[in-house]
């Protein structure tokens, strides 16, 4: 009998039951992590979006985002979107909120626009295959320095939207609500490269 590979995706708030139906089109058991304990039969992360201080808040309780710290260091894969690149950066403008540090990068918040000012836009995306990738931007963030190490994948209006950096993804935008699958399949094979 095949195990079926698990992706965990954060399940504090925001569009996480978005993720896992992506996840469950490409033959991807969706996982909703709540707690440390969650995070032992999973593969890889998704951060998805919401309000990245709330998320920060409940990460900073019992260890837990040291814990998710601890594994990204050991070569485990996260993929951060909107309020998952926020938690994921180093570097936020202009606040001292929560995050993970993980990636070498600063970021602004709410950088496009409130809520009504939230949008779509077909990008281009580095390497992605199948023309322009229709992205959804809800408040969203956008980096405004990238690190060396840092590889970033996709602009919008001359904003950095997308980046890599080895098993550490992030986007500013949300994949989770098209019904293009293009972004967590890259993800999935980041994933499939840091288990063998």
Known sequence: ????????????QGA????????????????????????????????PGGESTAIG???EIDGFGDKIAEMAGEGFPIFGTCAGMILLSKRIDQSSQY??????????????GRQ?????ADIPVKGLKGGNLRAVFIRAP??????????????YAGKIVLVQDDHILASAFHPELTDDTRIHEYFINIVDQYRK
């Not at 009998?1 to 504090?12: E, H, R």
Request: charged fraction near 30%; glycine fraction near 8%.
């Open 57 to 59: 808040k409940q990460l």
């Open 142 to 155: 956008y980096v405004t320095e990238a690190g060396p190490e840092v590889d970033v994948l996709a602009a």
């Open 99 to 112: 995050s993970l540090g993980l990636l070498d990068i600063s970021v602004k918040r709410n950088a496009f």
């Open 1 to 12: 009998m095949s195990m079926k590979k698990k992706i965990g995706v954060l399940a504090i």
């Open 116 to 120: 009504i000012a939230s949008f779509e």
């Open 16 to 47: 996480f039951r978005e993720h896992c139906r992506s996840l469950e089109k490409l033959g991807v058991g969706g996982v909703e992590v709540r707690s440390v304990d969650d995070l032992k039969e999973i593969s890889g992360l998704i951060i």
